[in-house]
């Protein structure tokens, strides 16, 4: 494809609920990353995989958070329970196996209510 | 653990200043990348430096990687309204896999 996609672009829901993110990377990355970022700030760190599997989920903030790659490509992050201070932009990026770059989706802007 | 400063952590300048925006660290990095994102958008890669020492140029934008590939710099000259973004930089491990981000260096550059 040309470019990292996430759908959806905005997700509202309310406390308590499940939610799912998507990601598509880049068609023949292997590596594939989850980020979070809140309002104004950094990226946080969440998941990384390569191929299907996980080697470092340590930065997960919760067991409410999990993560699944299917074939090689597209990712699902699941948010379990939702708390308010879920709420912010979710960042997938992806990159070829050993190369030193990422690239980036658009992300997807949670509210949690 | 590995972790990136960035300073200063907010920038207003105006259009035509020079400015210089800095990524430090105690640890080792295999290399540096630079980002900027914009609202409502990813962040977007500007550069990868990869040798302490090295020095790379990108239009009006100058990036230096640290002789102990531990700190990193980038210089804008001549700013212009369309640099407004949140720069950040991130750093990679030794195998190229691991990436930490620095918290960003938020830059404006009004007209």
């Known amino acids: 494809g040309a470019g990292v996609s996430q759908s959806p672009s905005n997700k509202v829901t309310e406390k308590g609920k499940d939610v799912e993110l998507r990601c598509d990377p880049i068609?023949?990355?292997?590596?594939l990353y989850w980020y979070r970022q809140s309002l104004g700030q950094g990226l946080e760190f969440l998941i990384y995989f390569q191929g299907n599997s996980a080697p470092d989920k340590s930065g997960l903030p919760s067991d409410r958070f999990s993560a699944e790659r299917t074939g090689g490509s597209v990712s699902t992050l699941t948010i379990q329970r939702t708390q308010q201070e879920d709420s912010a932009v979710y960042l997938c990026a992806s990159s070829l196996n050993g190369v030193k770059t990422q690239y980036f989706g658009p992300g997807t802007r949670l509210l949690v209510l | 653990t590995q972790l990136l400063e960035q300073s200063p952590q907010f920038l207003s300048i105006q259009e035509g200043e020079n400015l210089t925006v800095y990524c430090n660290s105690s640890s080792v990095f295999s290399s540096l990348q630079w980002y900027r994102q914009e609202p409502g958008e990813g962040p977007v890669l500007l550069v990868t430096v990869v040798t302490g020492g090295e020095v790379k140029k990108l239009k009006r934008l100058t990036f230096q990687f640290g002789d102990a590939r531990k700190d990193s710099s980038l210089h804008i000259t001549a700013a212009q309204p369309g640099d407004t973004g949140l720069y950040l930089c991130?750093?990679?491990?030794?195998?190229?896999?691991?990436?930490?981000f620095g918290p960003g260096t938020r830059l404006s550059v009004l007209p």
């Open positions: 068609s023949g990355h292997t590596a």
């Open positions: 991130a750093g990679a491990d030794n195998y190229g896999q691991n990436f930490v």
